[in-house]
């Protein structure tokens, strides 16, 4: 990892369209695989830093996008998973300098949605060490950061600027856990096998949540739904992308080194109450779909057109699936 920055232990702040934007943006009308929605103009989803091609700059998430899915995405994460994590975690002799407790790494933090869902689901004193690419999201995470446990202690946080794809058994030294949310589908087999092998090598547990599924049910169906989604999924697979493949690989990658894994679905309900982000949802999936076969684009425009309308109406329901994962490997030097 590279570039360690900013320690703050946050001020209650939600990051949101109204604030500021500091940042450097783009014009926001391409579509950038897994990032979500396709925007219209005046509005971003993601942006590029320069205008550079891909290989210059990694796309940039939009915070409005991050903050609109963030409900959706509290909701849909599977508790499930916590209690093993608690038995874990209940398990392990008390660290050195054990006032600081759990040591949470969260992969891809974006605006920080992990922590502010997980560190008040769990007890005792946290340190959340938050790592993403991009310093302007970075710093919506460190402002809105978590500042309770589920028993009242003190939750701290600092931020770490680097690429994920280079994470090593060393940077995840003192870890007692490894999080990611919305993350694994956007990136490689190769990727994921590197951020496997730092967490088996250090002993740490990973709870990586919301990685999409490549199924969605729209209620009610239309005949074009299937091929919408079939190309969807092949644009998040362009460029290496491991997309819908991600929980597969992920298992794979983490069983062959020694870790127990746990699936579990997670899937984003939206209904009538959930109307801004299912039709921003919508834009973005049409959208990559029409990128990925623009064969697509005529019906694609009366498809979005119709499910725009219904959702307005109230009249549309869609379930997106997504799964978490939690990878137990053997503490490190551990017997057991
Ligand atoms: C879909 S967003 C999810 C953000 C956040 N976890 C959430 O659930 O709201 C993916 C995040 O991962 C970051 N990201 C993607 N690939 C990365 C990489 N290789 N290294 C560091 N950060 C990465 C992006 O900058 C972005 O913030």
């Not at 969807?232 to 493949?245: E, S, V």
Request: glycine letters at 10%; hydrophobic letters at 40%; a negative charge.
């Amino acid at each position: 990892m590279k570039d360690a920055t900013t320690v703050t232990d946050g001020i209650p702040a939600q990051p949101g369209p109204s604030e500021p934007q500091t940042g450097p943006r783009g014009d926001g009308a391409e579509v950038i695989p897994g990032a979500g929605p396709v925007v219209g103009p005046g509005e971003r989803a993601t942006v590029r830093l320069r205008d550079g091609g891909p290989e210059e700059e990694p796309p940039r998430y939009a915070p409005e996008w991050l903050q609109l899915r963030e409900v959706a995405d509290a909701a849909a994460r599977a508790q499930d998973l916590l209690d093993p994590l608690r038995i874990r975690q209940a398990d392990l002799p008390a660290r050195e300098g054990g006032a600081e407790g759990l040591v949470v790494h969260d992969l891809g933090c974006g605006t920080g949605s992990m922590g502010r869902w997980l560190a008040p689901r769990l007890d005792g004193p946290q340190h959340w060490v938050l790592h993403d690419r991009d310093p302007y999201l970075l710093h919506f995470a460190a402002v809105a950061s978590p500042r309770a446990a589920a028993d009242g202690s003190r939750v701290t946080v600092e931020t770490r600027r680097g690429d994920v794809a280079r994470l090593t058994p060393d940077a995840l030294t003192g870890a007692s856990l490894v999080t990611a949310s919305a993350l694994l589908d956007v990136l490689t087999r190769e990727e994921i096998g590197t951020l496997a092998t730092a967490c088996v090598g250090a002993g740490c547990p990973a709870l990586l949540t919301l990685t999409v599924a490549g199924r969605v049910e729209l209620t009610p169906a239309d005949p074009l739904d299937a091929e919408i989604t079939e190309a969807f999924n092949a644009h998040q697979r362009r460029t290496g992308l491991l997309g819908p493949d991600a929980v597969t690989v992920a298992c794979e990658a983490f069983s062959e080194r020694g870790a127990t894994v746990r699936v579990h679905p997670s899937p984003w309900r939206l209904g009538p109450e959930s109307a801004q982000l299912t039709a921003q949802w919508l834009r973005g999936w049409v959208g990559a779909a029409v990128e990925q076969r623009p064969g697509l684009r005529e019906p694609a425009e009366r498809y979005l057109r119709e499910r725009l309308a219904a959702c307005e109406a109230g009249e549309l329901n869609v379930v997106v699936h997504h799964s978490d994962l939690l990878a137990l490997p053997r503490p490190a030097g551990g017997t057991s």
